[in-house]
């Protein structure tokens, strides 16, 4: 379970003024699925930071399972996995295996028995023959299925995915909408394939960094339409 | 012909600026062989006295001695011939300028010196790599490093060599997206264009990966 407490986050300007870029955010989470859509550069992205603690809020709190992102942060990520848009900042080892055996590193495993395990997890996700590939070598789709993979082999009993389809082409993104889709684990998807929002329970619109609509997908998705339709303006 | 020739260089240039090469040189290669079945920890120490022994050996006899024992350990890594031979052809390149250097300056001992002795450490250090696990490399280093656990981390200085691999090749890939950048935009002659996009972009990467290393906990 998610709870959002009043959270916003601010940072420094360009002057050293605060801007807040994200407006506090009140909300309870118990859906399998909540997908975020909105415009670019709305705020999307801090608002799923928040989950695992990678951004914090300046004020209110953010809670995973009742835990505090601020003060329960390495607890917090152990039940949080977080993927990546690029898909290359986030893999970062030499080769295929070695980076899902860093992942479970955490774990209180020889290096034996991490590397059978990186193994086992590789072949779920059909990478197994890949395995000792250099990661620099690997198609976008690889990539992105890589940097899942490694997420997943923690068994976080949340995902929080920041655009994961948004560099893979159709084969690929089918793919990982369909392995996304198949997951038990509670998700939480930012995306700007309407599609992929549609499918989940929740479905919240960001925009200008405010939460400016929660609900059902089908609405939130004509509801995100109507804003695309207005003119751009800059912030 | 001439725009074939162009098209050749023009290959050749995209392929040595992918970085393709460098990239995948050294990278473990699962075997049984002789050097495959030992210790890390024994292969490590060999490399370090290899080293010591280079730069303590004197003459052109001793630098090719050291050399053929860096390249039977090679042999014996069994790495795929291609990619070794095209990941080690620029390290060729840079032994044989400086050897030439050597040779230009009338000492011919000491550009066999050199040449072999910059080659032999390479070579050790591949058939290294080639032929232990990443993971047992590290796992050496944090034993090794725990002495010095009270100032440094063991478990962080090992992730820090790993990062360090593993980022040579992405550098290499987004100092060419920045060359072709540049070159797109008809900077391709202008050092500005690509050093400094390039700085920022791998100050950007930096951060990126240090905000995947905190999402996925590791070093907590």
């Given at each position: 379970?998610?709870?959002?407490?009043?959270?916003?986050?601010?940072?420094?300007?360009p002057?050293?003024?605060?801007?807040?870029?994200?407006?506090?955010?009140?909300?309870?989470?118990?859906?399998?699925?909540?997908?975020?859509?909105?415009?670019?550069?709305?705020?999307?992205?801090?608002?799923?930071?928040l989950?695992?603690?990678?951004?914090?809020?300046?004020?209110?709190?953010?809670r995973v399972?009742?835990?505090?992102?601020?003060?329960?942060?390495?607890?917090?990520?152990?039940?949080?996995?977080?993927v990546?848009?690029?898909?290359?900042?986030?893999?970062?080892?030499?080769?295929?295996?070695?980076?899902?055996?860093?992942?479970?590193?955490?774990?209180?495993?020889?290096?034996?028995?991490?590397?059978?395990?990186?193994?086992?997890?590789?072949?779920?996700?059909?990478?197994?023959?890949?395995?000792?590939?250099?990661?620099?070598?690997?198609?976008?789709?690889?990539?992105?299925?890589?940097?899942?993979?490694?997420?997943?082999?923690?068994?976080?009993?949340?995902?929080?995915?920041?655009?994961?389809?948004?560099?893979?082409d159709?084969?690929?993104?089918?793919?990982?909408?369909?392995?996304?889709?198949?997951?038990?684990?509670?998700?939480?998807?930012?995306?700007?394939?309407?599609?992929?929002?549609?499918?989940a329970?929740?479905?919240?619109?960001?925009?200008?960094?405010?939460?400016?609509?929660?609900?059902?997908?089908?609405?939130?998705?004509?509801?995100?339409?109507?804003l695309?339709?207005?003119?751009?303006?800059?912030? | 012909?001439?725009?074939?020739?162009?098209?050749?260089?023009?290959?050749?240039r995209?392929?040595?600026?992918?970085?393709?090469?460098?990239?995948?040189?050294?990278?473990?290669?699962?075997?049984?062989?002789?050097?495959?079945?030992?210790?890390?920890?024994?292969?490590?120490?060999?490399?370090?006295?290899?080293?010591?022994?280079?730069?303590?050996?004197?003459?052109?006899?001793?630098?090719?001695?050291?050399?053929?024992?860096?390249?039977?350990?090679?042999?014996?890594?069994?790495?795929?011939?291609?990619?070794?031979?095209?990941?080690?052809a620029?390290?060729?390149?840079?032994?044989?300028?400086?050897?030439?250097?050597?040779?230009?300056?009338?000492?011919?001992?000491?550009?066999?010196?050199?040449?072999?002795?910059?080659?032999?450490?390479?070579?050790?250090?591949?058939?290294?790599?080639v032929?232990?696990?990443?993971?047992?490399?590290?796992?050496?280093?944090?034993?090794?490093?725990?002495?010095?656990?009270?100032?440094?981390?063991?478990e962080?200085?090992?992730?820090?060599v790993?990062?360090?691999?593993?980022?040579?090749?992405?550098?290499?890939r987004?100092?060419?997206e920045?060359?072709?950048?540049?070159?797109?935009?008809?900077?391709?002659?202008?050092?500005?264009?690509?050093l400094?996009?390039?700085?920022?972009?791998?100050?950007?990467?930096?951060?990126?990966?240090?905000?995947?290393?905190?999402?996925?906990?590791?070093?907590?």
């Amino acid at each position: 379970m998610i709870e959002f407490e009043s959270a916003d986050v601010v940072v420094p300007g360009p002057g050293g003024e605060d801007v807040r870029i994200l407006e506090p955010v009140t909300g309870t989470f118990p859906e399998r699925r909540v997908s975020v859509i909105g415009p670019n550069g709305s705020g999307k992205s801090t608002l799923v930071r928040l989950i695992n603690g990678l951004a914090l809020p300046d004020s209110g709190a953010v809670r995973v399972n009742g835990l505090d992102t601020v003060t329960d942060g390495p607890a917090v990520r152990r039940q949080v996995g977080f993927v990546f848009t690029d898909p290359d900042a986030q893999l970062v080892m030499p080769t295929v295996v070695e980076d899902v055996v860093l992942s479970l590193r955490r774990l209180d495993l020889s290096t034996k028995d991490r590397r059978a395990r990186a193994l086992e997890v590789l072949a779920r996700y059909r990478l197994e023959h890949l395995a000792d590939v250099s990661v620099h070598a690997l198609s976008g789709g690889q990539k992105q299925l890589l940097a899942l993979a490694s997420v997943l082999a923690t068994e976080p009993r949340i995902l929080v995915c920041d655009e994961p389809t948004t560099l893979l082409d159709l084969r690929w993104r089918h793919y990982v909408d369909e392995l996304l889709d198949s997951l038990d684990q509670q998700t939480v998807i930012v995306t700007h394939d309407l599609d992929a929002a549609m499918r989940a329970d929740r479905t919240l619109v960001v925009d200008r960094a405010r939460v400016v609509f929660d609900g059902p997908p089908v609405e939130a998705v004509a509801f995100y339409r109507s804003l695309a339709g207005q003119s751009l303006e800059p912030r | 012909m001439n725009r074939d020739r162009a098209l050749g260089a023009a290959r050749r240039r995209r392929s040595r600026s992918t970085g393709a090469g460098m990239a995948s040189l050294g990278l473990f290669r699962p075997g049984s062989g002789p050097l495959h079945r030992l210790p890390a920890l024994v292969k490590l120490l060999g490399l370090a006295a290899l080293g010591v022994a280079v730069v303590v050996a004197g003459g052109p006899v001793a630098s090719l001695a050291l050399f053929g024992v860096a390249a039977l350990a090679l042999v014996l890594a069994r790495p795929p011939v291609r990619t070794t031979v095209r990941g080690l052809a620029p390290l060729v390149v840079l032994a044989g300028l400086a050897a030439g250097y050597q040779v230009w300056r009338g000492d011919r001992t000491r550009a066999v010196e050199v040449a072999t002795d910059l080659l032999s450490l390479v070579l050790a250090a591949t058939a290294v790599t080639v032929s232990t696990p990443m993971a047992d490399l590290l796992a050496v280093m944090v034993r090794v490093a725990r002495p010095l656990r009270r100032w440094l981390p063991p478990e962080a200085l090992a992730l820090a060599v790993a990062l360090m691999l593993r980022t040579v090749p992405a550098l290499g890939r987004v100092l060419a997206e920045t060359r072709d950048a540049a070159r797109a935009r008809g900077l391709g002659r202008d050092p500005r264009a690509l050093l400094i996009p390039a700085a920022i972009r791998t100050v950007a990467r930096a951060q990126a990966t240090g905000q995947a290393l905190a999402a996925r906990g590791i070093g907590e």
